[in-house]
């Protein structure tokens, strides 16, 4: 058998299986399984070792070759294979370790029990094994396939932000109530349209005009309100003072509660 190895490529490999605590490495010869065509072939050395491409990460360019050289905030979303629903996941991740996450589900109840569960694994785990690990609901898996994929290759939205972002960037997206953007539209072509749901809050009223199209609408902040109740203000009070409106409300010809009429 000949035996023959590349000077600079036998102290990187033994470099790093002595960072991995493991031992692989020999000098000239490994003690990895080889097969009986390959153990027999003529050794020739290997040239240019140019290691892994730069990626952009939290302000700096990094040659990533293990879990601990990637950092990174990015969002992504997963679906499961019915696609009865859908999870937006947010990750803040220092040194490979995931130190924020932000689990959003829409579209399935099971999901939201899922997500809580989701919240207290992610943390703690290096993207590698949260990849690996049952995150219960099967759209928060795939979010998190998205999220590794994007993190990996330098597309991480802090990719040139430097310093990265501060734990508990991901709130922001929430905004001052701390829920979720959801936008909760149901049609018919009979009937038409209805908004639920949209950025400003819970539809109360849609504002119609003498073609009974929709100009406008009422809408109440949910979170702001339950904030007042919470600190003492009367329901009602509360209720009346996160009351807002959009576009041509008060000019409307007629208004229709979007759930009952």
Known sequence: MSICYNERWYKYYNAVGKRRGVDFYLKGVTTMLKTHEVEHMTCIAKGPNHGAAPIPEEGKWVQAREIKDISGFTHGVGWCAPQQGACKLSLNIKDGIIQEALVETIGCTGMTHSAA??????????????????????????????????????????????????IGASLEDLGKGLRSQVGTIFSTLEKGPRYLELTEGYIVKLALDKDDQITGYQFLKVGPMLEQIKKGVDANEAYQKNLGTYGRFADAARYIDPRNE
């Open 117 to 166: 569960m989701a919240g207290e694994i992610l943390t703690g785990k290096t993207i590698l094994e949260a990849l690996n690990t049952d995150l219960v609901c099967d759209a928060i898996n795939t979010a998190m396939r998205e999220l590794f994929l994007q993190i990996v290759y330098g597309r991480s939205q802090s990719a040139f932000s430097e310093g990265g972002l501060a």
